[in-house]
């Protein structure tokens, strides 16, 4: 997606969340906002703790450094503190527990969460298809046909562990027909040819190859080789605090919905506000400006619309890990997810 496109749909985002911001007009005005307002017109804020879906930081959390630096929070009536959790498989159990009452997680760990009845419920779609693949170094073609007996670097989380079979499944492979290495950072590994191929999402790795070498990666992309096309972040919420708070959660999708056309809009201030924030984030500006520009590019739907779920992605998800035998006892799409916290015009 070109940078015209990109800043056509942040244009529209802009106009659409501060719409919903406003509360529109006539008797359409969303339960969303006028519970949200009513969470800014108490006397104290209501406090927050959201945890991200990794133990390090990055530049997917910009949405909620602008709503916080920006002041969309502060309207909201709610303060919001970010934590991280130890592993990746820890993301969603913090969530469960209420340690976070609000978190950034996978869907698949969703799924898993539901069928485990633990009480964590999706409250919006942070992207909204399917950007995980393989990748090779540049220069380096990779096909179905080329992934026989190659060294893959993994993160060994539920995302990768549940797409990575179903494009073996493609190439006529197992996972016997492949090496499979669980790492803690796999781009300065792919780039010496420490491993073949690594496995990620667009937005993390094309970033950090451009940015290291200035070229394209090799790019297997995992929905047009048997995966799921689904999203891949959720926004979820603890059950428990979702439905004692609702106007603060309602409340915080409000404000992420206007830091997230802003940040879309004005990516150069975002990731600034982001590097501030996060002085020791790791990555170049340049790195952050890839990443987050790549992100933005999946953040809405094919009506312009943010965070909208639909029964189908949730349908879809489950019965992909039930064929492959990673699910067992599927939850109803009603219970992995609602729509009823987000902004509407």
Known sequence: MNFTRLLTIAIALVIAATAAACGGSGSGSS????????????????????SHDWPTVDFEIIPLVV???????????INVE???????????KIVATGDSQLGLITTTDMVFAGEKDLPVIAIGNYTMSNNWGLFTKPGVPISLDTLKGKKIATYGDSWTNAMLPFVLDQAG????????????????????????VTT???NFLIAG?????????????????????????????NKEFAAQNPAAVKGFM?????????????????????????????????????????TFTYMANSDGQLFVQT??????????????????????PSVLYTNEYLPTP
């Open 31 to 50: 339960t969303a906002t006028s519970s949200a307002t009513s969470a800014a017109s108490t006397t104290e804020p209501v406090s927050i703790t959201f």
């Open 67 to 77: 709503a916080d630096e920006q002041g969309y929070f502060a309207e909201q009536g």
């Open 82 to 92: 970010v934590v991280f959790p130890p592993d990746p498989a820890s993301a969603t």
């Open 173 to 196: 492979l197992t996972s016997k027909d492949v090496e499979t290495v669980v790492v803690d950072w796999d781009l300065p590994l792919l780039l010496s040819g420490k491993v073949d």
């Open 200 to 202: 990620n999402t667009t």
């Open 209 to 237: 190859v451009q940015d290291e070498t200035g070229k394209e990666p090799g790019m297997l992309l995992a929905k047009d080789n048997g995966a799921p096309n689904v999203p891949v972040w959720v926004y979820a919420a």
């Open 254 to 294: 409000a404000a992420i919905a206007k830091a997230t056309a802003w940040a879309g809009a004005h990516p150069d201030e975002a990731v600034a506000l982001y590097e501030k924030a996060y002085a020791d984030n790791g990555g170049s500006t340049k790195y952050n400006m890839i990443g987050w520009k790549d």
């Open 311 to 332: 029964d189908q992605q949730w349908i879809d998800l489950n019965s992909a890990l039930s064929d492959i035998g990673q699910l067992k006892s599927p939850a109803e």
